[in-house]
């Protein structure tokens, strides 16, 4: 449970942080899905378990975004969670395991990003930076500052460079 839950004049971010952590999550693993085969033929292997870690750390965050109580009411969640046994996986600190999921992703493409040096070392560094802050939220600690702050910049780095890419005719 967040520390702010009480106050009235905040109360809509709850809803709009479970949104919003959703939406880069599904998005995450959507990219995941879409780099398999966009590096070497032998790295495929890597990249299939890189997108099925990033698809089981984005299932995690909507799951625990949904039994939080702010999307489906509360009383809803509890008798998914009671009745149908629906677990809230670790706790409090649920959604910053699936990002810490997505972070070893993260890592793993930057890893083969810099041995083909197919990225330019801005995208690799900022990637690797937010890869290990992500992945804080493996050891139940809180990871935000990497999937609320540096992921996002990374990801529009990314974008940026694909687009940069495409019109020149190359990826």
């Known amino acids: 449970m967040g520390y702010f839950n009480d106050i009235p004049s905040i109360i809509f971010f709850g809803p709009l942080n479970d949104i919003f ?9 959507i990219l995941a899905t879409t780099l398999i085969f966009s590096q070497s033929k032998r790295w495929i292997w890597l990249n299939l378990i890189g997108a099925i870690l990033s698809w089981t750390g984005s299932f995690i965050v909507t799951l625990d975004s949904l039994m939080a109580g702010n999307i489906i009411p509360k009383n809803t969640a509890n008798i998914l969670r009671i009745e149908h046994g629906f677990p809230t996986l670790l706790t409090t600190h649920s959604q910053d395991f699936g990002f810490g999921l997505i972070g070893i992703w993260l890592i793993m493409v930057i890893i083969q990003a810099a041995q083909t040096k197919s990225w330019p070392n801005y995208l690799i560094g900022l990637g690797l930076f937010a890869g290990i802050f992500m992945m804080v939220g493996l ?7 990497g ?14 460079r694909i687009l940069k890419n495409e019109r020149k005719g190359n990826y």
């Open 21 to 29: 952590g959703s939406l880069v999550a599904i998005l995450s693993a």
């Open 139 to 145: 050891a139940g600690s809180n990871g935000a500052l």
């Open 147 to 160: 999937f609320v702050f540096i992921y996002p910049i990374w990801c529009i780095l990314l974008g940026r």
